[in-house]
């Protein structure tokens, strides 16, 4: 990445493309024009029926993209997933990317986004990043009826004796709102309702996010959101949807949201974006339905997942992959010498000095990463994304590294050079997908119990000795197996800087204890969460927000977004 | 309106219409290719640049619906809106209609909607009445980032001197919410915020609405949001949205909200449906964009105001049509004899039986909203809703009070007919047109002081006696003047229910007085919004909501909607 002043934003780069309009970007992928609802002329939804008629097609390859332990020199995962799609349509390969819708919050928030960036970036760029289809104000709204019902239904007689202490159903916005972290609500009198304790979520925290990512479609949607635990009752016991009757209403708010995204790269690529949840508390997947449609459409799909492999491969491959019967072909695991030097040691402001020690010291975190996909069963490649400050010594050191333990890599240069820069990642990659043995499996057996199942994780993943579970965690686990929740994989709620539970220790922290302090029940994306510590559901804003450098000019163009 | 169970309910009949693609539509009004933004098949929005390349055609004729003061029988102001329309279209002339966008809360929580009944409906409805093109979700969201902004300028420091006390900018979420219209929040220690009381609106209620509404371009709708009144300082005085600089990522937000959203009536005739603000704390009339448009794109367009004549038809003359320059050519006020017969006395059980003398007591409202159209100058025709309940006597006694009084009438039968039941209205709407001299002028001129426009509204309009103040509403009239507030026009939030501030005194109140409580500045709006009672701004749900039927069929269709 040219750093000098004379480089174009990407807010530019992407207002300057050419873009096509997305009747042909969907023309190219053989869809038939019912099947296309076009929001505006370069953004389309498609219809779910696809799916059906496509139902015996042999589904394309998967390739799962995914990082190192993330750190403020910034490894470009989506750049790089953007940028290998556009390097497989170079080399004549039917390509489509899938990928997660960015969240409002964070784009207001702090100067950044989810649709890559350079010459490798999805666009119109500026819709991706706000409303975009308004998926995720479908979800927040559905999110928010449920409370209004669960609040109304207090308000109006309570016949399902809820507990008024233990409502855990939270509201949400899709905005970086600090001051709505902990509210007290139902003030002002007995007409407006029974006081109580309430908090709101980022909306990429709902269960609903996760239960749209996961849902295979609209009737297994319903059947995933009657399952919804919003609260438990006077004896304890847990109160669904299903005992508000409310999933019909929800499934309806969400209908026209559950059918994917369609817009394009810079060069063209066909990429589907939709779906995006945290992939803290939830499995930081974009949805199924799109990854599945992507796989009838074209012969490679280039997807990602939230954070490192830790926490995004390891929940795509235990949790997505085993719930939707993917098989994925190659994971590519991303890279840059910027960020290993940082987990070996040296500080963001001493990034531009060459220094082969740290980078050597700093690929241990690579190093953990690789075995775990290599745990997994699944070929992979090791890709460096490339920046002009990276030194000829540190890309020989990696190189060599890479040479000397046999694994595969290639560098990238898809920030500067977009599709042409991903040509030898693509290349490498359908190398080992041709050469390399796949003997894909999920970790552990949901059978397992809920300790067993954690403890995997935690050894075989992070690296972890041992794993303690608090007092609380503990009678959880007891009250789980009598609710019948203990068949369900795991999702663990982890810092994403460090492999252990302790965001200060980069690199491959050793003889470390993770502590699971409390586990969340989300029975309705079908999974139980694991917290390891504060988990943060809304962010807050900086003290000088993105937004307040955000305009439309005379023209009606959006200016200071990126 | 046949009441007997065979009837088909309305979004059976929606569903069942043939529906044209929205192109087909545009092609109609001469829209070009790239002025069209198609929002799946059906739904469209329009480019503004439209108005640019229309600037010097010659406006259509803006034709107005209001009513009597509403009652529990229903008067079905849009469904005529929607039935006029259609009869123009019957006759031969290009119409087009310009209505507002329904709200979710009262959608999911008491079956209704806003657009229209039986064959005179816009469709698609489902859409139409659940996200439609996302519009109250952009406004949503930009009154709620000015939230997050201002809670976090006071968390960062506040550098404004913002007293935390003084914060007038609520949330909104456009859902009925009763626990969220009084809160608590900021709580749990330093890092969450300062802990503040705060309040939910339903979107609808939000300045922005609003302010949406009456902007007349993008930069013009930057300049009203830079003008919002968020907060006092320690000092008292205003903090605005241009002291936070917020103003240019609030109209970044609600770029592609402003083009107006094109549909069609089950007769094709083209319809724009565009904003929502409140009735009562705003002016409750679609966007003025949208009606422009509408005026520019055809001969005769049809619109309404929000409740009766002495709220909705009172504000689209003294502010909509005063600042966008309109001059409507005709008003129609709707009644149904079931409706003046409970302004006459009659419970709504017994609305079914003949009652003559109960129709004439009830047609003094009627009377009085006349009075208040012929004050601005303006042609009339009245609309008889009919309903089978209807017997001939009672039809024949209305029919001969409008001879004996020379007040232009016509029978409508819209919701049976469509648009054939209401080409005799659209006869006699053009016949006024031609032949009753128009002298429209606003009531009351911007400049007088806020004393003698609100007097001037409650006399002319309510018919009172008097104005009381209180005391708070006195010092407010003394610090507007400060602030230069007092050169705007006055908007009235009263019970729509009753000519006066009572909400139970149906028919044609006398001899009462109405009492200003308090007023709050729109200083972005543009209006004063001056307050006679407890307004609510934040419905609540019903004990059954209309939600909990609501459902998606095996084929993906809605269901239990409406």
């Known amino acids: 990445m040219d750093l000098s002043t004379k480089v174009k934003s990407d807010i530019e780069i992407a207002q300057e493309a050419t873009i096509k309009p997305i009747k042909d970007i969907a023309q190219k992928l053989d869809l038939h024009d019912e099947e296309l609802e076009p929001y505006g002329h370069y953004k389309a939804k498609i219809s779910l029926d696809v799916l059906k008629r496509l139902e015996t097609k042999k589904d394309g390859k998967v390739i799962l993209v995914t990082s190192i332990n993330p750190t403020p020199a910034g490894e470009g995962k989506s750049t790089i997933t953007v940028g290998l799609g556009q390097g497989f349509s170079k080399i004549g390969k039917k390509a489509m990317i899938a990928m997660r819708e960015p969240s409002l919050g964070p784009t207001m ?44 239904h207090i308000h109006q007689g309570n016949q399902l004796q809820i507990d008024v202490r233990r409502v855990v159903w939270k509201r949400v916005v899709d905005l970086n709102d600090r001051a709505l972290r902990q509210v007290i609500i139902g003030l002002g009198g007995p007409i407006q309702g029974i006081p109580r304790e309430d908090g709101f979520d980022i909306t990429v925290a709902s269960e609903i996010m996760a239960i749209f990512c996961l849902a295979t479609d609209l009737q ?97 491959l235990n949790i997505k992959a085993r719930f939707a019967g993917i098989k994925p072909e190659a994971v590519v695991i991303v890279a840059t010498i910027r ?60 190189e060599k590294w890479c040479a000397d333990n046999s694994y595969p890599v290639a560098l990238a240069q898809v920030w500067e050079k977009g599709g042409e820069g991903g040509v030898e990642l693509a290349k490498k990659v359908l190398d080992v997908i041709k050469k390399v043995e796949n003997n894909f499996a999920p970790l552990y057996d949901v059978s397992s119990s809920i300790e067993d199942k954690v403890k995997t994780i935690a050894k075989t993943v992070y690296g972890a000795k041992d794993v303690e579970f608090s007092t609380k965690a503990q009678k959880q686990m007891v009250d789980f197996e009598k609710f019948g929740w203990n068949n369900l994989p795991i999702c663990m709620a982890k810092t994403q800087y460090s492999l252990s539970d302790n965001p200060t220790l980069l690199g491959r922290p050793t003889d470390f204890t993770i502590t699971i302090r409390e586990f969340r029940p989300s029975i309705g994306a079908g999974f139980i969460v694991a917290l390891t510590g504060d988990v943060m559901t809304m962010p807050g804003l900086p003290k000088v927000p993105a937004a307040l450098k955000m305009d439309v000019n005379e023209e009606g163009k959006a200016v200071g977004l990126f």
């Open 339 to 398: 960020a290993l030097k940082m987990h070996g040691g040296v500080a963001k402001s001493d990034l531009t000095q060459e220094n082969v020690e740290a980078l050597t010291k700093g690929l241990s975190n690579l190093q953990k990463h690789i075995e775990t996909i290599q745990a997994f069963g699944l070929p992979f490649v090791v890709a460096i994304n490339q920046f002009v400050t990276d030194s000829k010594s540190e890309v020989d050191k990696i």
């Open 109 to 152: 928030g702090i100067k950044g986004g989810a649709t890559g960036g350079g010459y490798s970036q999805v666009i119109p760029m500026e819709d991706i990043n706000l409303h975009f289809t308004g998926d995720f104000h479908a979800i927040t709204t559905a999110n928010n009826t449920l409370s209004a019902l669960i609040d109304n």
């Open 220 to 316: 297994d949607l319903k059947k995933r959101l009657s399952r919804i635990v919003v609260a438990y009752n006077i004896h304890r016991e847990p109160v669904t949807v299903a005992d508000l009757g409310a999933e019909g209403a929800l499934t309806l708010l969400l209908k026209d949201a559950l059918k994917p995204n369609l817009v394009q790269t810079l060069e063209h690529t066909p990429a589907l974006i939709h779906g995006g949840p945290f992939a803290n508390i939830a499995h930081g997947c974009n949805s199924v339905i799109a990854t599945k449609m992507a796989a009838k459409l074209a012969d490679y799909v280039i997807t990602e997942g939230g954070f490192g492999a830790d926490l995004g491969a390891e929940k795509f």
